[in-house]
């Protein structure tokens, strides 16, 4: 099993920016990719940011040249820095780590930009 517990959500005004981390702990050997997901009220969850363990990554188009996806591999945390943030990006956003046969999520967090 993996935990995950993301933390850095918040309330903040457009064209802010805010920081998310996961950070995570257990049966963390053979986790191939990590990612970000988000699901905003009414609407299906999506692909935000995604890293592989090669250090590749890709974004969903909205973000790109706003939101970059980091990890510490020392720390076992996997970061979203969102800038320029849109009333359109408030949702809660999740973390995955994703290994060959299966997938671990954390709990959420909150993410509100205000217009």
């Known amino acids: 099993q993996v935990q995950l517990v993301e933390s850095g959500g918040g309330l903040v005004q457009a064209g802010g920016s805010l920081r998310l981390s996961c950070a995570a702990s257990?049966?963390?050997?053979?986790?191939?990719?990590w990612g970000w997901y988000r699901q905003a009220p009414g609407k299906q969850r999506e692909l935000v940011a995604r890293i592989t363990s090669g250090g590749s990554t890709n974004y969903e188009d909205s973000v790109k040249g706003r939101f970059t996806i980091s990890r510490d591999n020392a720390k076992n945390t996997v970061y979203l820095q969102m800038s320029s943030l849109k009333p359109e990006d408030t949702a809660v956003y999740y973390c995955?780590?994703?290994?060959?046969?299966?997938?671990?999520w954390g709990q959420g967090t909150q993410v509100t930009v205000s217009s």
């Open positions: 995955v780590a994703l290994k060959q046969w299966d997938d671990y």
């Open positions: 257990g049966s963390i050997w053979g986790i191939n990719a």
